[in-house]
């Protein structure tokens, strides 16, 4: 099962490293990090995607995390009432033939064209996960050149 935690952080050199290791410790893969300050500068949030399918163990890297210094908060939304949402930008070589095909598959999936040139576009995307998935299997058809997808952000409501 996947997590997502949100860890208000110190901002401070260092603390992303050892949040990072508590979970390696423990033997988990962090799917997904993001880390950004908060309206306070002193302070980060880190937003982490975690595949742990025991419960105790990842409450015990919980109470880890909260006995490091540099943690204020630890908010896990796995069992709450959340938005989440992934950035994603793909550079794909199209001509102007299939560029009429590829403009529907963006206005369905209301992505964005941010740039676009004779032989390739890049386009953006924002939305969960699961949209996010579909977009991407929507362009299995074209010639990605290439992905980058930020980590997932999340916020209770």
Do not use: P, W
């Not at 300050?37 to 909260?66: C, F, G, P």
């Amino acid at each position: 099962m996947k997590h997502t935690i949100s860890i208000l952080v110190e901002n401070k050199f260092g603390v992303l490293a050892r949040v990072a290791g508590l979970f390696s410790a423990r033997g988990y893969n962090i799917d997904s990090l993001t880390v950004s300050e908060t309206q306070d500068s002193a302070i980060s949030r880190m937003t982490v995607v975690v595949n742990a399918s025991d419960e105790q163990v990842l409450e015990q890297i919980k109470k880890q995390l909260n006995k490091l210094i540099d943690v204020i908060t630890i908010i896990d939304f796995t069992k709450k009432d959340y938005i989440e949402r992934e950035l994603v930008f793909v550079k794909i070589s199209v001509d102007k033939k299939d560029f009429v095909r590829l403009k529907k598959v963006i206005g369905r999936a209301k992505a964005s064209v941010l740039v676009r040139k004779e032989d390739f576009c890049i386009v953006e995307l924002v939305a969960d996960q699961e949209h996010l998935n579909n977009f991407l299997g929507q362009l299995k058809d074209f010639k990605l050149v290439e992905l980058v997808r930020s980590g997932r952000i999340a916020i209770a409501k």
